[in-house]
């Protein structure tokens, strides 16, 4: 690990709202890029290896994401020691790499946990999917694009890296729509939320609750970046 200059860090984000956290009105941090994957497991696959083909040396999957652990709550942070994929199959993040991140996270508002994630091609929607995931996996969050990500990292041998934010909880079932509510280039497609709220009015409530933690946590994520010197600085 080298805090003294950035390496080429390639981040692959779920949703605008991720990928604006990083790329501000200053731009991006130097030696960082970062791609959309629209909440798509494929497409999260194909932006990493895009990434890796413009030059990046490193790959870190950064959002927010469900909670499959009862005890996380929106807002907290879930730093990964692996991710396992909807095959089961394993990938570790750099050791050395999360234990610097760790390191800098300590003294914000969020808590800090540190497990698995797990990969997920589909939305959970439910809280009995939720509950059958965690008790089937042990995973402590749940994303759709994390395994993709570090399934690329894997495959041409450099670090990975994954930061996830809690907005959903697993006692909070989501809204139906939510599965048609993000374009491919990560924005919500409002008109198709609309829609579905108009069809569907008792989903508001969901939809408003979902909404109020999602901004939760994507405000902690952006208080982790900002304090997390590590997070963007892979050595190598």
Same mark, same amino acid.
């Given at each position: 690990?080298?805090?003294?200059?950035? $390496?080429?860090?390639?981040?692959?984000?779920?949703?605008?709202?991720?990928? /604006?956290?990083?790329?501000?009105?200053?731009?991006?941090?130097?030696?960082?890029?970062?791609?959309?994957?629209?909440?798509?497991?494929?497409?999260?696959?194909?932006?990493?290896?895009?990434?890796?083909?413009?030059?990046?040396?490193?790959?870190? $999957?950064?959002?927010? %994401?469900?909670?499959?652990?009862? %005890?996380?709550?929106?807002?907290?942070?879930?730093?990964?020691?692996?991710?396992? #994929?909807?095959?089961?199959?394993?990938?570790?993040?750099?050791?050395?790499? /999360?234990?610097?991140?760790?390191?800098?996270?300590?003294?914000? #508002?969020?808590?800090?946990?540190?497990?698995?994630?797990?990969?997920?091609?589909?939305?959970?929607?439910?809280?009995?999917?939720?509950?059958?995931?965690?008790?089937?996996?042990?995973?402590?969050?749940?994303?759709?694009? $994390?395994?993709?990500?570090?399934?690329?990292?894997?495959?041409?041998?450099?670090?990975?890296?994954?930061?996830? #934010?809690?907005?959903?909880?697993?006692?909070?079932?989501?809204?139906?729509?939510?599965?048609?509510?993000?374009?491919?280039?990560?924005?919500?497609?409002?008109?198709?939320?609309?829609? #579905?709220?108009?069809?569907?009015?008792?989903?508001?409530?969901?939809?408003?609750?979902? $909404?109020?933690?999602?901004?939760?946590?994507?405000? /902690?994520?952006?208080?982790?970046?900002?304090?997390?010197?590590?997070?963007?600085?892979?050595?190598?």
């Amino acid at each position: 690990m080298s805090g003294n200059r950035p $390496s080429s860090v390639g981040v692959v984000t779920g949703l605008a709202a991720e990928s /604006r956290l990083i790329a501000d009105d200053r731009g991006l941090p130097e030696g960082v890029r970062v791609y959309c994957a629209g909440a798509d497991s494929t497409r999260a696959g194909e932006r990493a290896e895009l990434l890796l083909a413009e030059g990046a040396t490193a790959l870190i $999957s950064f959002g927010i %994401a469900g909670a499959l652990d009862p %005890a996380l709550a929106s807002g907290d942070l879930v730093l990964a020691h692996s991710v396992r #994929a909807p095959e089961g199959q394993h990938y570790a993040v750099d050791e050395t790499w /999360r234990v610097a991140v760790a390191g800098s996270l300590p003294g914000q #508002a969020a808590t800090v946990r540190q497990g698995v994630i797990l990969g997920s091609t589909e939305t959970l929607l439910t809280t009995d999917q939720k509950a059958a995931a965690f008790g089937a996996s042990g995973c402590l969050a749940v994303d759709m694009e $994390s395994h993709a990500v570090a399934a690329v990292a894997a495959r041409h041998g450099v670090p990975f890296l994954a930061l996830r #934010a809690i907005a959903d909880t697993a006692d909070t079932p989501l809204p139906a729509f939510v599965t048609d509510a993000v374009k491919a280039n990560g924005e919500t497609a409002v008109l198709r939320a609309l829609g #579905a709220l108009a069809a569907q009015p008792w989903q508001l409530p969901a939809a408003l609750r979902l $909404s109020r933690r999602s901004t939760l946590a994507l405000a /902690r994520l952006g208080e982790a970046m900002r304090k997390s010197e590590a997070l963007f600085r892979r050595g190598g």
